[in-house]
């Protein structure tokens, strides 16, 4: 699936089907070792999907999402696999702010690993138009948002948070530093 979301458009499939897993890296052109996120589009769906949360992270989770971030969790039961690359024991974990032509998404009730819709290493796609067409030609299913933001989602590692509120801004894109900072504090 080809989607919009609050950042930039999307590629997603069942997070537990390898060979959707393997189409979807394929069409990418991206190292299969490499991790991804898994996507809800509800933030309550999200944290009953990763029970083993601590309180303090399940917290900072609340204060960051819904919204344009993808947090990188402790995952001690080794949830989602498939996403997570050569750390089974991190997942990252995606729940967009959902407005506009992208609202409808908020229905969807299961997770989707998710990744932008680029070729790995191309520009990030703001509209459909700015999708490979290799890419547009490969989706079962395409749905247009209109022109989206363009910028990526900022991810912070949250890994350690439970223990002493540390936490790393690994790349920063449409949330600030100071945004994220601000609602960690």
Request: overall charge negative.
């Amino acid at each position: 699936m080809l989607f919009p979301s609050d950042t930039v458009y999307g590629l997603a499939t069942a997070p537990d089907s390898d060979a959707g897993v393997r189409r979807l890296y394929a069409l990418k052109g991206r190292p299969a070792a490499r991790p991804t996120a898994v996507m809800f589009f509800d933030l309550g769906l999200a944290l009953r999907a990763l029970p083993e949360l601590g309180q303090r992270t399940g917290e900072a989770v609340g204060r960051l999402l819904p919204g344009p971030m993808t947090l990188v969790l402790p995952n001690p039961a080794r949830r989602y696999p498939l996403a997570c690359g050569p750390e089974p024991e991190r997942v990252g974990l995606r729940v967009p702010w959902l407005s506009g032509a992208a609202a409808p998404l908020a229905a969807v009730r299961v997770a989707v690993l998710q990744s932008s819709a680029n070729r790995s290493g191309a520009a990030d796609a703001r509209s459909l138009g700015e999708v490979d067409e290799r890419i547009r030609c490969a989706v079962d299913l395409e749905l247009d948002g209109g022109e989206l933001p363009g910028t990526p989602s900022t991810v912070v590692d949250l890994t350690h948070y439970e223990q002493d509120g540390a936490y790393t801004v690994l790349r920063e894109g449409a949330a600030s530093v100071e945004a994220v900072a601000a609602a960690l504090a």
